[in-house]
């Protein structure tokens, strides 16, 4: 097995078990390397640091998977790792009714590289690493053996396959082929995803808490859903109680899924599905005069890149400050960034300065986090993204 040794003084992230190992900190490569194999690293002086797979063309050179000198980096070790995982989101899984999940959330759950989503009876796969993707024969058998799904269907993100010098990767890997829509169970509702053509792997599951702790202020309620995507709030906010609600998405496809949700739930709650850019609908609103008592702001990732943070950070002022001046008087302000390189702190001076701005006073009530089945490795805290206010306004 080839060994990467690293450059003096850059071994510090890999001691305190930290996954990744950037190309900067690599100063030679001892023995043949071939793309997604693994890889023993050492610092300067040849000491052993940790167990990784090599990825040729990435910035992330290598990903750890162990810190322990005697255990192989080999199908037993991802078994041992999704047997863990398993046991861990048992308790979020479909014996508590919950048949929508993540159940590995790569890095987070010691499986770099990995993100697997559970939508009822099918399996939804991104291989995101040379490692993984070298590896998808035994862990698309090993999904099939440890979790007996009918189907297991790749969506790794292609952007991300890009930066790796994969191919996409899209299509069935083993059983049966998934139908045009999968109706899953969550507390929050029933939701169907189209794990074929739907966003991210077919839904956004980070947010399966919040919508519960968001729909709790929504009874009787006019409320603004943005960025509703399928309508994971709008179907919270309705069996909730809400009085109405108002749905902007710039997707049709969003917004099609949005009204088959509102369907499947027998929601009671008037739905005016709006297609539009968000941006531009809040303005119609203010200059219309139009007043909301709840308004929900969930947009997609704003910086993709640390260059991009600013650019970022006017975007989420831009849409908190309308939200802000078309809120009434004691309304709600839900707001979110799925940004991972917006820090929570930064966010909240955001909006902070939308509220400033707006001339408004809001109080936070509730700090929110991604739901419980993407768990932040302390190790690797890149792995928090998805934070929230719920903000009372006046
Ligand atoms: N709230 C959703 C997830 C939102 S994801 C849920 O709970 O499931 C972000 C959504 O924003 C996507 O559906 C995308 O189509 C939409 N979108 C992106 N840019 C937009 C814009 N400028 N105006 C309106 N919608 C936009």
Same mark, same amino acid.
């Given at each position: 097995?080839?060994?990467? +040794? ?19 900190? =690599? ?13 023993? =690293? ?35 070790? +991802? ?24 159940? =590995? ?17 099918? @399996?939804?796969?991104?291989? @995101? ?95 603004? *859903? ?8 709008? =179907? ?40 539009? *850019? ?39 002022? *831009? ?6 001046? +078309? ?33 408004? *006073? ?33």
């Amino acid at each position: 097995m080839a060994t990467v +040794i690293l450059h003096p003084g850059k071994e510090r992230a890999a001691r305190q078990r930290h996954p990744w190992i950037f190309s900067g900190a =690599v100063a030679r490569v001892q023995g043949y390397v071939g793309h997604g194999d693994a890889v023993e =690293v050492c610092d300067a002086s040849g000491e052993w640091l940790a167990r990784g797979t090599w990825s040729s063309g990435s910035q992330i050179r290598t990903r750890l998977f162990t810190w322990q000198a005697d255990e192989p980096l080999d199908i037993d070790l +991802i078994r041992r790792r999704l047997e863990r995982t398993i046991i861990g989101r048992a308790a979020i899984g479909h014996e508590a009714g919950n048949s929508g999940y993540r159940l =590995v959330y790569a890095e987070s759950d010691g499986l770099p590289g990995l993100i697997v989503d559970r939508y009822a009876d099918y @399996l939804v796969v991104q291989l @995101l690493t040379q490692g993984m993707a070298a590896r998808a024969e035994p862990i698309v058998a090993l999904l099939a053996e440890l979790v007996r799904p009918r189907g297991i269907y790749e969506r790794s993100e292609a952007e991300v396959r890009e930066k790796e010098d994969l191919p996409p990767g899209e299509g069935l890997l083993w059983g049966e082929e998934p139908p045009d829509t999968i109706a899953t169970e969550q507390q929050s509702g029933s939701f169907l995803a189209d794990i074929r053509a739907g966003q991210k792997t077919g839904a956004y599951l980070d947010q399966a808490v919040n919508r519960l702790r968001v729909a709790a202020y929504c009874a009787d309620r006019d409320v603004l *859903d943005c960025f509703c995507y399928a309508g994971g709030f709008t =179907v919270a906010a309705g069996r909730a109680g809400a009085r109405h609600i108002t749905s902007v998405d710039s997707s049709a496809a969003a917004l099609e899924l949005l009204r088959a949700n509102v369907a499947l739930n027998d929601l009671a709650t008037p739905i005016e599905p709006v297609a539009g *850019d968000v941006f531009k609908q809040l303005r119609q609103y203010r200059h219309e005069g139009r007043q909301f008592d709840l308004v929900i702001l969930d947009p997609p990732k704003f910086a993709h890149s640390q260059s991009q943070i600013e650019r970022a950070t006017r975007g989420y002022k *831009d849409i908190n400050l309308i939200a802000m001046q +078309i809120l009434r008087p004691g309304g709600v302000l839900a707001t979110f960034s799925c940004s991972g390189l917006v820090s929570a702190d930064l966010f909240q001076k955001v909006v902070f300065g939308a509220a400033l701005d707006a001339g408004r *006073d809001a109080q936070v009530i509730e700090r929110l986090t991604q739901a419980p089945d993407h768990p932040v490795l302390l190790t690797f805290p890149e792995g928090e993204y998805l934070k929230g206010l719920i903000c009372r306004v006046w």
